[in-house]
């Protein structure tokens, strides 16, 4: 099955050449989300704690989208600005992913875009 480029009308729109999501063989790449309130269009305030419960929103959407939800995730990849904050954003994550846990990295960046604590980009399963 080649690259198929999926259409997300509720995810924030790109901030580069990349798509939000695409597809190919049964899996669903969903590119790294942050903290944007696509309502509002600009990042969420409140720390790491309210971006991550943004970034999860909006990772819920893009799979509510495309018939898809949290339970279909096989890989999660987080990033974050300093590790410190890992405890914070695990526990928000783990509200979103409940039961369902998928296999994940995390990992410490030196930068993010536009500034962001965390990022978080998802694979899930058809």
Not at 14 to 24: C, I, L, M, N, R
Not at 36 to 61: C, K, P
């Amino acid at each position: 099955m080649p690259k198929k480029i999926l259409d997300v009308p509720s995810a924030p729109a790109p901030v580069g050449p990349y798509s939000v999501a695409t597809e190919a063989n049964g899996f669903v790449f969903v590119s790294g989300q942050v903290g944007m309130d696509v309502a509002a269009g600009s990042l969420v305030a409140g720390g790491v704690e309210a971006e991550t419960h943004q970034t999860m929103r909006n990772i819920g959407n893009i799979l509510a989208d495309l018939g898809l939800g949290f339970a279909d995730i096989v890989k999660t990849t987080i990033f974050l600005a300093d590790m410190a904050d890992f405890p914070v954003v695990n526990e928000a994550y783990g509200e979103y992913v409940g039961d369902a846990k998928p296999a994940r990295s995390t990992v410490e960046v030196a930068a993010l875009p536009l500034g962001v604590q965390v990022e978080i980009e998802v694979i899930a399963a058809r």
